[in-house]
């Protein structure tokens, strides 16, 4: 309970009572108290609005809270069809599964009844964002392979066109250390070129995906530091094999090649 009160015993009797979320009051009366107003089903008489409750997540955990109406029925009113009944117990679910079809065969055996845990509620309502977290993973590490050769490929193109200018500068006395800096210095002009426009890419994409992915916001700290770090990781292993290859030039193979 936010505000007001709770259904009593009471309220079947006498005036209509209706119970609001916090959403369903946002929409009905916005910027007033929901308290004291009547509100009129779709059929039925006029219900006064006796509380308001926080808002739930019946459409799964990565949906906002939808408005929501709570009713209470009238003893004249005519019977249900059916109903849900939600119960929290300390008895392990083959206990308290066997328990409530008990209880409910002593009112009626011809009663039908089914009875569901809430861990496979959820599972289902989580179902499709598990997927697409799942699909996500398969495409991302896809992505992060093609990117790791494309670099590797980079790499090496630029090692072998500039095969005789390496030649040239090891037999000047250029040492190991300078060659590989000068790759990795040409290689990286081209990451930090893909890694700025890949970041606003993705900013894009991550917005669009909050609603789809619980609980992992567009700004994730932890998600985006860990992403850069596993691309550093193998964007560094790609460049690795050419650098090694340019540090190993021979000058005068290369001097002789044009």
């Not at 209706?18 to 929409?27: D, F, N």
């Not at 009366?29 to 089903?41: S, V």
């Not at 209880?103 to 009875?115: C, I, R």
């Not at 090891?170 to 990286?188: D, M």
């Amino acid at each position: 309970m936010v505000k007001g009160r709770a259904f009593l015993e009471a309220d079947r009797d006498g005036r209509p009572a209706a119970i609001l979320s916090e959403a369903a009051e946002r929409t009905l009366f916005p910027g007033q108290n929901a308290i004291g107003h009547t509100i009129k089903p779709l059929s039925g008489p006029w219900h006064e609005v006796v509380g308001v409750v926080g808002d739930i997540r019946s459409g799964g955990r990565a949906q906002n809270g939808e408005a929501e109406v709570y009713l209470i029925r009238n003893r004249r009113a005519e019977s249900m069809r059916s109903g849900t009944i939600a119960l929290r117990t300390a008895l392990n679910a083959t206990d308290a599964t066997g328990l409530l079809k008990q209880s409910l065969a002593s009112v009626d055996p011809q009663l039908p009844s089914n009875v569901k845990m809430v861990n496979e509620e959820v599972a289902g309502l989580t179902a499709r964002p598990r997927f697409l977290a799942a699909l996500l993973a398969v495409f991302a590490g896809l992505a992060l392979f093609v990117a790791a050769a494309g670099l590797y490929a980079v790499a090496s193109f630029l090692v072998t066109q500039r095969t005789r200018d390496i030649g040239i500068r090891i037999a000047l006395g250029a040492s190991p250390s300078v060659i590989a800096k000068q790759i990795a210095s040409e290689a990286i002009y081209w990451i930090a070129a893909g890694a700025v426009l890949g970041y606003g890419l993705a900013q894009l994409a991550a917005r669009a995906l909050t609603g789809e992915i619980f609980n992992i916001p567009a700004t994730d700290a932890r998600s985006w530091a860990s992403t850069v770090g596993v691309l550093a990781i193998s964007l560094l292993l790609a460049l690795i094999t050419p650098m090694v290859r340019a540090v190993r030039v021979d000058p005068a193979i290369a001097l002789r090649a044009e």
